[in-house]
C-alpha cells in the first residue's frame, strides 16, 4: 500500500493567514492527489483534485500544487470557516490511502 | 442535485454481517464514469476506503478487508449496498457512500452512519 503522510498533525492560525499542509506519499504517484476538508460531524467535502485542479465551487483561495510524492495544500487567506481537519488522498494504486489528517485549529 | 444517503443497522453483534445501503437520488447510479464507494472512520481517526462498483457490477476492494466486503448494486432501486461479514468492534465506524468519478476521487458523499459493534 502507499503510505501518505501529513504535516503538520494540527496546526494554530489566525483569521488572514496563509497556511501550507503537505502531504507526502511512500512512492510516485504522480499527480493522483487529492485533498478533502472535514468539519465535525460532517462528511468529507473534495477541494481539490489531480493536485492543483479547483474542485467546482470551491473558494480560490485554495490552492494545490505538487507531483511525484512532494504535495502541498494552500489557503491564502484563512476564513472563519475554513477551520477543519484536511485530508490528503491518493488515488494511483489500489487501495486508495488517506493521509492521517491535518487540524486545523483556531490561535 | 445529486445526493447520497447511507442507510441500515446503528448496531451490530460482533462475528455477524453488517448491511448498509446507500440511495443515489437526483441523478443515475447507472451514468457512465462513476464508480461508487464505501468508505469508513473509526471514532476520532483517520478515513479508510472500503471499496468501490460500478453500474455493471464491477468492483475493487481495499485488499485489507477484501475478504469479509462484498458491494453490490441494483440500478433498478438506483442503491448500492455494504456487506462486511465477520465484524468486531474493530469494524466501529462511521460509514459513508461516495460518488467515485472514474476511481479518482471522491466527489460527492452522503452524511455517513455509525455502526457500533457490541453485544
Known amino acids: 500500500d502507499i503510505q501518505m503522510t501529513q504535516s503538520p498533525s494540527s496546526l494554530s492560525a489566525s483569521v488572514g493567514d496563509r497556511v501550507t499542509i503537505t502531504c507526502r506519499a511512500s512512492?510516485?504517484?504522480?499527480?493522483?492527489l487529492n485533498w478533502y476538508q472535514q468539519k465535525p460531524g460532517k462528511a468529507p467535502k473534495l477541494l481539490i483534485y489531480a493536485a492543483s485542479s479547483l474542485q467546482s465551487g470551491v473558494p480560490s483561495r485554495f490552492s494545490g500544487s505538487g507531483s511525484g510524492t512532494d504535495f502541498t495544500l494552500t489557503i491564502s487567506s484563512l476564513q472563519p470557516e475554513d477551520f477543519a481537519t484536511y485530508y490528503c488522498q491518493q488515488s494511483y494504486s489500489t487501495p486508495q490511502t488517506f493521509g492521517q489528517g491535518t487540524r486545523l485549529e483556531i490561535k | 442535485q445529486l445526493q447520497l444517503q447511507e442507510s441500515g443497522p446503528g448496531l451490530v453483534k460482533p462475528s455477524e454481517t453488517l448491511s448498509l445501503t446507500c440511495t443515489v437520488s437526483?441523478?443515475?447510479?447507472?451514468?457512465?464514469?462513476?464508480?461508487w464507494g464505501w468508505i469508513r472512520q473509526p471514532p476520532g481517526k483517520g478515513l479508510e476506503w472500503i471499496g468501490s462498483?460500478?453500474?455493471?457490477?464491477?468492483?475493487y476492494y481495499n485488499p485489507s478487508l477484501k475478504s469479509r466486503v462484498t458491494i453490490s448494486v441494483d440500478t433498478s432501486k438506483n442503491q448500492f449496498s455494504l456487506k462486511l461479514s465477520s465484524v468486531t468492534a474493530a469494524d466501529t465506524a462511521v460509514y459513508y457512500c461516495a460518488r467515485d468519478y472514474n476511481a479518482l476521487r471522491f466527489d460527492i458523499w452522503g452524511q455517513g452512519t455509525m455502526v457500533t459493534v457490541s453485544s
Open positions: 437526483g441523478g443515475s447510479i447507472s451514468s457512465s464514469s462513476y464508480y
Open positions: 512512492q510516485s504517484i504522480s499527480s493522483y
Open positions: 462498483i460500478y453500474y455493471s457490477g464491477s468492483t
